[in-house]
């Protein structure tokens, strides 16, 4: 009986992972439509000092938001260290951050890289 119900909840929360995919694929084709306005304000201002950094930002979000569905339509840990790497170059390259901030990030990506992966039958 309980495996049943276990069954059935997990079932259940794989349909609610679908409908959060769902929610992000809309908010994913907002994102991209609202790219076109910001590709021309850039175009207005490309002279203007952070006017680039700005469009970038806007890019950005798009990007990380297709990372995050790829990780919500298929969790891995591949695709975790994906976003979190996207997540931590947008912030070294949009944000104003001094060389501290920018050498923990690059120190950040490079513990991404080595950490030992649940495969390897180091982690529990």
Known sequence: MWDKARKILYR??????????????AGILVAMITLVPELARYWEH???AGAFL??????????IGIEFLKMLCKPS????????????AR??????????????SVVSICLL???????DGLLS
């Open 77 to 88: 840990s591949a695709n975790i260290i994906e976003v979190l790497i996207f997540l931590i």
């Open 12 to 25: 259940g929360g794989e349909i609610l992972e679908l409908l959060m995919a769902a929610a992000v694929v």
């Open 46 to 48: 490309r002279t203007t």
């Open 54 to 63: 700005e469009y970038l930002d806007a890019v950005f979000n798009v990007v």
């Open 113 to 119: 890289y080595t950490s030992p992966s649940p495969r």
């Open 91 to 104: 912030h070294m390259i949009v944000q104003t951050t001094t060389p501290l901030e920018d050498l923990l």
